[in-house]
């Protein structure tokens, strides 16, 4: 089963701009995490953590491990991720509250 849904947001320093990202969760295909795509850090897989910048199999663990997550923020504020990792994929990230 497929468990992708589309967010509209307004683009930061565009007014009127709506864009359309896809949201990805675990267990879905493909295998990498597009630009377009944002990640669902609470339930995605090690796997798919590791398709993003800078994530190894050690910060795809201790992402894993510090669930659950109310904001993507939490991965600096629990000291998951150092700044210049979190600074690279912030934007590919999401938090969902399930």
């Known amino acids: ?5 589309r967010v509209r947001s307004r683009s930061a320093g565009r007014p ?28 995605a897989e090690i796997s798919r953590l590791k398709s993003l910048t800078g ?6 663990k201790k992402i894993v491990e510090g ?6 923020e939490e991965l600096l504020t629990k000291e998951i991720l150092p700044e210049y990792i979190y600074g690279r994929i ?3 990230l999401m938090a969902s509250q399930s």
């Open 16 to 43: 009127g701009v709506v864009e359309e990202r896809m949201v990805a969760g675990a267990g879905e295909t493909p295998a990498g995490v597009g630009r377009n795509m944002l990640l669902d850090i609470n339930r």
């Open 90 to 92: 912030m934007d590919r």
């Open 1 to 5: 089963m497929r468990m992708e849904h």
């Open 55 to 60: 994530i190894g199999e050690h910060y795809a």
């Open 67 to 72: 669930r659950p997550y109310h904001h993507r």
